[in-house]
């Protein structure tokens, strides 16, 4: 039987989101590429850019996933508060890697915020509590088919996350 650890959802700052990626916030146009800017890496296959609808799902999360070939740019698009469930990317080029239990974050982002993952962090979401979200999107053409490595928590460390806005 497996148990539900409460995650509460922090606020996303560029601090406390650096071990999983870039917190992109706006700024003035103009200025050079800086520590705010995401390092992408789309050298491994097509970038894919679009806009992903998703329904409302629920905030216990049983799976965590990772995209090993690609970073991943995720933001709300048309505004609202979404969350999400992250553990670092450690050991991106090992297929046997798993996600650290015990360093599993859930982080609350703005409407006008995007997050940049680096290759490999593991992520559940985006979670959101409206029925329905759209959010920009930026992986591989083929990501979603052939580089999404998913873990069941349950399975493997006997529980699951609940998210708490």
Known sequence: MSTIRRLPALPATPETVAPYGTLIR??????????????????????????????????????????????????????????????????PDDPAALPDPARLAAFRLGPREALALHRGTWHAGPLFASEEMEFFNLELADTNETDHQTVDLERRFGFAVEVAP
């Not at 998703?54 to 049983?62: D, E």
Request: hydrophobic fraction near 40%; glycine fraction near 12%.
């Open 26 to 91: 706006p700024r003035p146009d103009g200025g050079a590429f800086g520590p705010e800017d995401a390092r992408l890496d789309l050298s491994r296959g097509v970038p894919r850019f679009y806009i992903m609808r998703l329904s409302r799902r629920p905030l216990l999360v049983r799976g965590i996933t990772r995209h090993v070939r690609v970073t991943q740019c995720l933001a709300a698009c048309g505004g609202g508060e979404w969350m999400i469930l992250l553990a670092p990317p450690d050991a």
